[in-house]
C-alpha cells in the first residue's frame, strides 16, 4: 500500500464514506479511516448512523411497531392470531444482522470503488499528513493532496446524570438492552427520545420522557407538533414538558431522577434512564497543533459553505461541523466536497433538507414551519389535507395525521411541505424535489398522483392552498 493518496478521509460514517466513494469515482487514490468499534469489539464502518443509530433505530421501530399492530389492529382487518409473544431476543437478533450486513456492505463498496479502507484512528498533522494507529496496533503516515474531516458527533453527557452503561444509558445502550425495561425514563424528547421512548413503550415499558422545553418538538411545525403530541399521549407515552433534570441517583438497581417543573422538584424512579439531550461534535485527538483547522465556540469545526476549513485543502462534513446532525446532510456534504476537490462542480442547498421522526404515525417535512414563514412576514397561504380523507391510508388503516403546504401568496412558490402520517418521511421527498426545483403549488396540483396513494394527500394539500381540493371540504 503506498502512503501517498489523493485524499485520506478520517470518519467511515454517512459523511465520510461516501466522500470517500465519489472521491475514487473521480479517479482519485483514497484511503478512509475509520476506529469505530463495536460491543463486541470488532471494527466497523458506517459510523454513529449504521452502528448505532439511524438504522438500529428503525430496525427495532419497525419491529415493535409491528408488535403493536399485531397486538392491536390485526382483528380490525379480519386476521386473527393466537396469543402474541415479544421474543425480544429475536427483535435484538434480526437488528443486529441488519446492521452487520448494512456496514459490510461499505467494506463491499470500497472493495468495487478501490477505496482502501483502513481500522484506526486518524490524527490530522501539519502538512496535510495524517498520523494513523491501525487497529493492528501499527503506525504510518499518510500524505495527502486533500483531507477530508468526517468525525461526527458523540452523546452529550450531563454531569449530574453520570452514565454507567448500564441503568443510566445512552441512545447506543437503549437500542441494545436484553430485556424490557418496567419503568424507563427518556431525558429530551428531541428526535432520538421519542424514538427510542415509542420503541420501549410499544414493547410494554411505562415510559416517562422528561422535557426541559415547556412545548414539543418546538423546532417542527406546531400544528404537526400538536397532532403528534395527541398521538404520543394516546400511545402512552407520559411526556413531561418544563420538566428539567437536575440529576439522576442509581439506588441499588433502579435510578431516582430528580426534575423541576413549575410545580418545584420531584423525585422519578425508573429502572433505566436514556439520556437523549442532544448529540456534540467529536473531534478527540483529531487535530494536531498547527494544522490551522479552527474549532467554533460550540467545538464545530469552522468551514465555509463548501465545507473548506480555514486550512488549506482540508475539508469538514457531517456531524463535526455547522448545520442539522443528519445523515443525508453528511452524505451530500461529503459527496460535494469529493466532487469539488476532483474540480467538479459541487454545491448543497441548506433550505431543503427533509427532516424526518421515525415515531408512529411518522412526522416529515422540508423548507420553513409556518411559525417561520409567519414571522418573515411574507404573506403565504396553506393547504392541508387530513389523510383521514385518504383511501389508501383508510385501507391501510393508518388514516391518522395529515400532510400540510405552505406556499408563498406573491408568487405561489412552495414554501415548506410538513407531514404526520404513514410513511411521512417517504412522502416528503416529493416535496424535497418539488421544493429544490423551486415549485409552486400549481406545479404539484398539476402532476398527476396515482390512485390510491398515499402521494395523493401531497396533492390534495397543494390543491387544499387555493381551495381547490376535491377529496376535502376546502375551508
Ligand atoms: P458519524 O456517523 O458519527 O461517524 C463518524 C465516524 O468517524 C465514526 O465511526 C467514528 O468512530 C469515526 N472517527 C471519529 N474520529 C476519528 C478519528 N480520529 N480517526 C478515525 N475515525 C474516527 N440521522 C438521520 O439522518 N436519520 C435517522 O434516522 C437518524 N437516526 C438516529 C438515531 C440515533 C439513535 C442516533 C444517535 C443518531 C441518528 N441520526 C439519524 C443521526 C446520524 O446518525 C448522524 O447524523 C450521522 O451518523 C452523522 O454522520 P457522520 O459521518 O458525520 O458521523
Ligand atoms: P435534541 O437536541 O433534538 O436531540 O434534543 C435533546 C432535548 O433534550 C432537547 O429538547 C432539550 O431541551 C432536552 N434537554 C436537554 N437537557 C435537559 C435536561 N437537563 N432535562 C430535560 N430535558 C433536557
Redesign the pocket.
Known amino acids: 500500500m503506498s502512503d501517498a493518496y489523493d485524499v485520506v478521509v478520517?470518519?467511515?460514517?454517512?459523511?465520510?464514506y461516501p466522500a470517500a466513494i465519489r472521491a475514487a469515482q473521480n479517479k482519485l487514490t483514497v484511503a478512509c479511516?475509520?476506529?469505530?468499534k463495536n460491543r463486541d469489539g470488532s471494527y466497523a464502518?458506517?459510523?454513529?448512523?449504521l452502528?448505532?443509530?439511524?438504522i438500529?433505530?428503525?430496525a427495532l421501530l419497525e419491529s415493535s411497531e409491528l408488535y403493536v399492530r399485531a397486538k392491536e389492529e390485526f382483528g380490525t382487518h379480519g386476521v386473527k392470531l393466537g396469543s402474541i409473544e415479544l421474543d425480544l431476543a429475536q427483535m435484538q437478533k434480526r437488528r443486529a444482522s441488519i446492521v452487520k450486513t448494512m456496514t459490510g456492505g461499505i467494506g463491499a463498496l470500497f472493495k468495487a470503488n478501490g477505496v482502501v479502507g483502513i481500522s484506526?484512528?486518524?490524527?490530522l498533522l501539519p502538512g496535510n499528513q495524517v498520523l494513523v494507529k491501525a487497529s493492528d496496533g501499527s503506525e504510518k503516515t499518510l500524505q495527502a493532496k486533500d483531507v477530508i474531516l468526517?468525525?461526527?458527533?458523540?452523546?452529550i453527557r450531563l454531569s449530574t446524570v453520570p452514565h454507567d452503561g448500564e441503568l443510566i444509558v445512552d441512545?447506543?445502550d437503549a437500542?441494545e438492552f436484553d430485556a424490557v425495561p418496567r419503568r424507563l425514563g427518556v431525558i429530551g424528547a428531541g428526535?432520538?427520545g421519542l424514538?427510542?421512548g415509542s420503541v420501549w413503550r410499544r414493547l410494554g415499558s411505562e415510559v416517562t420522557v422528561l422535557e426541559a422545553l415547556p412545548e414539543l418538538l418546538t423546532f417542527a411545525d406546531q400544528t404537526i407538533a400538536k397532532e403528534a403530541q395527541r398521538h404520543f399521549k394516546k400511545q402512552g407515552l407520559d411526556i413531561k414538558l418544563g420538566a428539567k433534570v437536575a440529576r439522576a441517583v442509581v439506588k441499588g438497581s433502579a435510578v431516582d431522577v430528580t426534575y423541576s417543573d413549575a410545580q418545584g422538584e420531584h423525585t422519578l424512579q425508573v429502572d433505566k434512564l436514556v439520556a437523549a439531550v442532544g448529540?456534540r461534535p467529536?473531534t478527540?485527538?483529531?487535530l494536531a497543533e498547527g494544522t490551522g483547522v479552527a474549532l467554533d465556540p460550540r467545538g464545530f469545526i469552522q468551514v465555509d459553505e463548501h465545507c473548506r476549513t480555514g486550512a488549506a485543502h482540508v475539508w469538514a462534513?457531517?456531524?463535526?461541523v455547522r448545520g442539522p446532525?443528519?445523515?443525508?446532510?453528511?452524505k451530500e456534504e461529503g459527496v460535494m466536497v469529493a466532487d469539488l476537490i476532483a474540480g467538479h462542480y459541487g454545491d448543497l442547498n441548506y433550505k431543503v433538507i427533509p427532516s424526518?421522526i421515525?415515531t408512529a404515525p411518522e412526522i416529515a417535512w422540508v423548507g420553513q414551519t409556518e411559525e417561520q414563514v409567519k414571522a418573515s412576514g411574507r404573506p403565504y397561504k396553506v393547504g392541508v389535507f387530513p389523510f383521514a380523507a385518504s383511501g389508501r391510508a383508510r385501507a391501510m388503516e393508518a388514516g391518522q395525521g395529515m400532510a400540510k403546504v405552505i406556499a408563498a401568496k406573491d408568487d405561489d412558490e412552495v414554501l415548506g411541505v410538513h407531514v404526520i402520517g404513514p410513511l411521512a418521511g417517504e412522502l416528503i421527498a416529493e416535496a424535497v424535489l418539488a421544493m429544490e426545483y423551486s415549485a409552486s403549488t400549481e406545479d404539484i396540483q398539476r402532476t398527476i398522483h396515482a390512485h390510491p396513494t398515499l402521494s395523493e394527500a401531497i396533492h390534495e394539500a397543494a390543491l387544499a392552498a387555493d381551495k381547490k381540493a376535491i377529496d376535502a371540504i376546502n375551508r
Open positions: 478520517i470518519g467511515g460514517g454517512p459523511a465520510g479511516i475509520d476506529e469505530w464502518f458506517g459510523g454513529t448512523c452502528n448505532a443509530g439511524c438500529p433505530s428503525k484506526g484512528h486518524g490524527r468526517a468525525s461526527g458527533s458523540a452523546p441512545s447506543w437500542l428526535v432520538i424514538e427510542l448529540r467529536f478527540q485527538d483529531l462534513v457531517g456531524d463535526v446532525m443528519l445523515a443525508h446532510k453528511g424526518v421515525y
